[in-house]
């Protein structure tokens, strides 16, 4: 855990450290009988977008038009959809090396992709496909064994029930006795015993109902905010009311809207993010794990690298030594 910087896959401003690549088998062993929705997990919002390709048509669930000046103006449209899709810079490697153990995979196929490719999805569709990725985390996690990682496969954009089942061989063939069984959140001691590293949340109730492999989808708290201040605010009232029983991500990734767009055509998501990083990191500092009402667990953002974020949120594990 020496600090070691990869350059790889990152550009200036964003670097990926390897000083949190295994932290959770660092935590103080108090921390080992803690169920995993009481712990402060770091998480990466929209995981595979550094990857988008500026190749691919825009996705389907788009309006029309944007789809349609994708195709007739794709060399004005694409850059522009990109500017506001990417929110990681850093591959899913280089994420779980930073310390981030929850990755949000936005599962797609493409209608002019090939019968069993899936890739993933944010606007645009990926370069990367699904069953390559999700080899690469099981190769990261064999190098890493006391180590767990959350796997949401959410959106599931042109999936019809013979590719989620494909899907799912693919996911149990890849992790094998890796995956966690659905039931009670497990605790880091518990995995351990059992040499398992991964819970799959998966958010299709047929394929959970079918799967004990598979865990139901984990909620999210989505702002849907431009402003940090409103982020904020979204989140405090989302603490107010309770937080779920289970495993669940607040998310304090900021969210354009065609207003915003419109209004700053030189801007972009990276723009718009990293000068809100500090407002935002402040209050993810005052947060608290652990079975309170107002307690946090999964904490996501973007832009994996550019700030302090996943050391702040492994870091509040300490508050609960302090009971």
């Known amino acids: 855990m020496g600090g070691r910087v990869s350059t790889s896959g990152s550009s200036p401003g964003l670097h990926c450290t390897t000083e949190n690549a295994d932290w959770m088998s660092a935590l103080c062993p108090q921390l080992w009988d803690v169920p995993l929705h ?84 944010h606007m645009v569709y990926t370069t990367a496909l699904v069953e390559d990725t999700l080899t690469e985390i099981s190769e990261w996690l ?16 042109g999936m019809t029930e013979d590719l989620h089942e494909y899907l799912v061989t693919c996911i149990k063939n890849i992790f094998g006795d890796m995956l966690c069984p659905r039931g009670e959140v497990p605790t880091l001691r518990q995995l351990w015993s059992r040499g398992q590293q991964v819970l799959l949340s998966y958010e299709d109730e047929t394929s959970v109902s079918r799967h004990v492999e598979l865990w139901p989808g984990i909620p999210y708290w989505w702002g849907n905010q431009v402003k940090p201040q409103d ?25 354009e809207n065609l207003e915003y767009i419109l209004a700053h055509p030189t801007a972009s998501l990276r723009k718009l993010t990293l000068p809100s990083l500090p407002y935002l990191g402040a209050w993810v500092r005052e947060q608290c794990p652990g079975p309170g009402a107002r307690c946090t667990n999964i904490i996501t953002g973007d832009f994996i690298g550019a700030d302090s974020l996943v050391s702040d949120i492994i870091r509040l594990n300490q508050k609960l030594l302090q009971g």
């Not at 990681?88 to 493409?110: I, K, N, P, S």
């Open 231 to 255: 982020l904020i605010r979204y989140l405090e009232h989302m603490k107010s009311c309770g937080r779920p029983g289970g495993l669940f991500v607040a998310g304090i990734n900021l969210t």
């Open 38 to 121: 009481h712990l402060s997990i770091p998480g990466s919002h929209d995981t595979m977008t550094y990857c988008l390709d500026k190749k691919s048509p825009i996705s389907h669930n788009e309006s029309r038009l944007l789809q349609f000046l994708g195709k007739t103006l794709p060399c004005v449209t694409l850059p522009v959809v990109l500017k506001w899709s990417i929110t990681q810079v850093l591959t899913v490697t280089e994420q779980l090396d930073a310390g981030v153990r929850y990755l949000d995979l936005r599962v797609a196929h493409m209608e002019e992709g090939s019968e069993r490719n899936l890739h993933f999805v």
């Open 142 to 157: 064999e190098k890493h064994p006391r180590e767990v990682v959350l796997l949401a496969c959410r959106n599931f954009e």
